[in-house]
């Protein structure tokens, strides 16, 4: 008999590599992941984990199932919280993970109408880029992603959309890129720029997921930036330019704070757009927690694309 609780274990230890760490993972102790992982190997009648004084790995059956676990602990979320609708939606869960910028600028809205409209629905978040949080998705370690692609740039959407092969695509937003160079540069006052006209410009560039795609891009206009500053950090992003160390290119969800004064903000000619999507299991839209969430991150999204950070219509 294979209990759900052996099977969360199981998948923790094969992640992390370890009883310790996966008992952190777990918020339990050590000995009890040990003894878990002890009873169901037994009660499969082969060996799941290989114990070394360095790791702890599975062996071709404990693979099998991990594989196995995912769809399993997805269709038993799914199930409860079906049965938390009949109750009349007083209790439930949904579970998101967000990149950054969709974090900083959907999700706090939509989580406060959620909890308004639904006290007993809990509702948590955690920050994981794609394709990490696709991964999680997968994994039944969540229940919405949100995620993007960027269908202009030749060849993106189509590995993106092998990455989402299967799940399901909800659309949220359209996220214009936008160019940041400082205050006094000589195209500060153009209001719109070609990328090209960057060529000898050194660059601040941003997460590595955003970084391969604006490389691309620049390599479609003709040139090979000069990336002289790296960071995941959309605020210090902000900051080297403004201190006029180099010029970017940014979703405009990255600057939905008010950014500095001391940069001025170009539109991108010809336009380049950044798709943000909620992914889901294609079993999960269904289920009434995870319905709502979803219908709330469309709210959100949609008040969004009526303002941009220029203060215009979207």
């Given amino acids: 008999m294979i209990e759900t609780r052996h099977l969360r274990t199981l998948r923790a230890v094969a992640q992390t590599g370890s009883f310790a760490a996966a008992a952190r993972q777990l918020s339990c ?21 290989i114990r070394t004084s360095r790791a702890v790995r599975v062996t071709e059956a404990g693979a099998a199932l991990v594989r196995h676990s995912a769809g399993v602990l997805a269709g038993l979320h799914a199930a409860e919280e079906e049965m938390a609708a009949f ?9 998101l993970t967000s990149f950054l910028s969709g974090t900083s600028a959907l999700i706090p809205s939509a989580i406060a109408a959620m ?4 006290p007993g ?10 394709p990490r949080s696709i991964d999680l998705l997968r994994n039944a370690d ?3 992603s949100l995620a993007f692609r960027y269908p202009e740039i030749p060849g993106a959407g189509a590995k993106t959309q092998a990455e989402w092969q299967g799940l399901a695509v909800r659309p949220l937003l359209a996220d214009s890129l936008v160019v940041l160079v400082p205050e006094g540069h000589r195209l ?6 070609e990328l090209a006209e960057l060529a000898d410009e050194p660059w601040v560039m941003g997460c590595h ?4 795609h604006l490389v691309q891009l620049c390599e479609h206009a003709g040139f090979e930036p000069r990336a002289e500053y790296r960071t995941d950090d959309y605020p210090t992003v902000i900051g080297l330019v403004a201190a006029g160390l180099g010029v970017a290119v940014l979703p405009e969800l990255a600057l939905s704070g008010a950014p500095s004064t001391a940069i001025r903000l170009l539109r991108l000619q010809p336009t380049v757009h950044r798709e943000v999507v909620a992914l889901s299991v294609q ?12 219908s709330e991150l469309e709210r959100s999204a949609a008040r969004l694309r009526g303002t941009t950070v220029h203060g215009g219509p979207g």
Avoid: N, W, Y
């Avoid at 997921?209 to 391969?212: G, I, N």
């Fill in 29 to 49: 102790t050590q000995p009890a992941v040990s003894q878990q992982m002890k009873s169901l190997e037994l009660a499969m009648g082969t060996p799941l984990l």
């Fill in 87 to 95: 109750a009349g939606l007083r209790t439930g869960r949904v579970r």
């Fill in 115 to 118: 909890r308004a409209a639904h």
């Fill in 121 to 130: 629905i809990e509702v948590s978040l955690v920050e994981a880029p794609p």
């Fill in 142 to 144: 969540c229940d919405i």
């Fill in 188 to 193: 500060a006052e153009s209001g719109q720029v």
């Fill in 209 to 212: 997921r955003c970084r391969r």
């Fill in 283 to 294: 079993t999960f839209p269904s289920v009434p927690a995870v319905g709502l969430m979803l």
